[in-house]
């Protein structure tokens, strides 16, 4: 192996010299070169394992010098020992041992303005309902497609920074869309002009946003930093951070953010503290949290119809706790085997009664809650643990995937009455099938088929017949405007 750019790279130390500044700025230019294709661009980890001070606290500083020099044995980890000199090897491995840095200066000046939105008109420069297109994640190729939901046809498609997951939220009018992608960039496009306006990194790895019931702020939920980031919804530029810090001091990590709409505020999971915060977006907010303490911290959850409780489950927990977020007091425990995944759950109305189906991502079952007495009214095996369930109000069924097991290509329709599956589908034999969203009047459905050579499949929700199929590159998560600025029965909030 040949030195890379010697001349360039050596900073002049010697082997046991302190490292510099500008020693450290090398390392990260060294890191980005050799390094990062394994463990990330943020050093959160790919094929190889995450390199951040979290998850290298347990090991000492020599042994992290000694396996960038030597390699590790019977692993993927090459030896650069020969490649790089040792004081090189030295200020990567302090580089390493430090935390990233992305402070609010940092995100300011990832901001790009790519059009300004004043100047483009606010009505529809497309023949499509507004409020019937479906925004779909295409996650093989990290791209976002802007689809017709009476047609079924692709308005537009553009790149998307890597990874965008979770739901995109939308402006309360439908005309704007919000995207998170892992790695911290944050975008902002305008459905009625099929355009990108503006982005901003507002995190080096973050878990998801929500816009607030006015649609005048972005609220960004991030694991590193650990922190907030609140953003105004126009253009995307930053208001403040927030560091998700427990009333100990304590720093988190963020589990996830959502809009209550009804109680006109934010709230915020935390990963690391027994908190649950409350952010007001009223009149002239301050952004500062009302903290709620939690018996355990939550991983995942989700609301009651009109916002008043919280149904939580911690991944540490024997099953699903409900919280009254007025109080702040626990309500009721919920016995649930297994892994409910309660942010995919989904409510709707049977003998006139409120119940909640969760799908359970280490059991094959979907657990059913009736909501009055928080009681479990029942447990349906399905093939397989799964991940999404989908509804509406105009369809008997409720769509739920076997997502972590092997026969993933298949389907089950829940009866919302009967609480039977009524049918298995099988839409691309040997191919994971998941994720549903319906168009706005219910009618028809489309479904992912998760694959490199995939397809969003349109159902006739009644009859169950095809109606058409669009060729994509793993399509994960798709959102139809009219339902989610609805916060409609059945669709994820
Ligand atoms: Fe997701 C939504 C967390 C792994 C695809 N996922 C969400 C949301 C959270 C979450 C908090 C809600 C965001 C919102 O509404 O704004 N997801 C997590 C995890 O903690 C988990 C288990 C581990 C992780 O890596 O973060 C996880 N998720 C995955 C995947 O592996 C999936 C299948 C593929 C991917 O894209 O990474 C995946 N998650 C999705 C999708 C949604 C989602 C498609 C949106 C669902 C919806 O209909 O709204």
């Not at 799908?359 to 399905?382: E, F, H």
Request: proline content about 5%; overall charge neutral; glycine content about 8%.
């Amino acid at each position: 192996m040949k030195r890379i750019g010697l001349a360039m790279l050596w900073i002049g130390t010697s082997h046991g010299a302190v490292t510099t500044g500008a020693d450290l700025e090398q390392a990260e230019r060294n890191y980005q070169q050799l390094c990062q294709q394994c463990h990330g661009v943020n050093r959160i980890g790919g094929a190889g394992p995450a390199l951040l001070p979290q998850s290298l606290g347990r090991i000492k500083p020599g042994e992290i010098r000694q396996v960038i020099e030597n390699g590790r044995p019977a692993s993927q980890m090459a030896a650069f020992g020969t490649l790089l000199e040792p004081a090189q090897i030295d200020a990567l491995a302090l580089y390493l041992q430090r935390p990233p840095n992305w402070n609010e200066e940092a995100i300011r000046q990832s901001h790009r303005v790519l059009v300004d939105g004043a100047t483009l008109p606010d009505q529809p420069q497309h023949r499509a309902d507004p409020l019937n297109l479906f925004v779909v994640v295409e996650a093989g190729n990290h791209h976002v497609a802007v689809v017709d939901g009476d047609r079924f046809e692709v308005l537009a498609r553009f790149a998307s920074h890597f990874a965008v997951h979770g739901g995109p939220k939308f402006s309360p009018d439908g005309r704007f869309v919000y995207l998170a992608s892992r790695d911290g960039w944050i975008s902002l496009y305008d459905l009625h002009n099929l355009k990108l306006i503006a982005e901003v990194r507002a995190g080096l790895n973050t878990r998801n946003l929500a816009v607030s019931k006015d649609g005048r702020w972005v609220l960004v939920g991030n694991s590193l930093p650990g922190n907030l980031a609140v953003l105004d919804a126009r253009d995307l530029s930053l208001v403040k951070t927030i560091a998700t810090l427990g009333s100990d001091g304590q720093a988190s990590r963020v589990s996830a953010v959502y809009t209550a709409a009804p109680r006109n505020s934010f709230i915020v999971a935390l990963k690391d503290v027994n908190e649950v915060w409350e952010l007001s977006t009223g009149p002239n907010p301050d952004f500062v949290p009302r903290r709620i303490e939690v018996q355990d911290h939550l991983d995942d959850f989700s609301f009651s119809p009109d916002y008043r409780q919280l149904l939580a489950t911690s991944r540490k927990a024997q099953g699903g706790q409900v919280i009254d977020l007025d109080s702040g007091q626990v309500v009721s425990d919920i016995s649930l085997p297994g892994m409910p995944h309660l942010g995919s759950g989904t409510y709707w109305k049977r003998d006139g009664r409120w119940v909640f189906a969760t799908p359970n991502i280490s059991k094959g079952l979907v657990s059913v809650i009736d909501i009055n007495t928080w009681k479990v009214i029942r447990q349906i095996p399905t093939l397989g643990p799964g991940f999404f369930l989908r509804s509406h109000a105009n369809s008997r069924y409720a769509w739920t995937d076997v997502f972590f097991a092997a026969g993933n290509d298949a389907i089950h329709l829940i009866d919302k009455q009967t609480l039977e599956i009524a049918h298995t589908l099988r839409p691309m034999p040997g191919k994971t099938a998941a994720h549903v969203e319906f168009t706005h009047d219910g009618r028809y459905l489309l479904l992912s088929i998760w694959d490199t050579d995939g397809a969003l499949i349109v159902y006739d929700s009644n009859t169950l017949k095809e109606i058409k199929r669009l060729p994509m590159n793993k399509p994960s998560g798709k959102y139809n405007v009219g339902n989610k600025i609805e916060f409609a029965e059945g669709t994820s909030h």
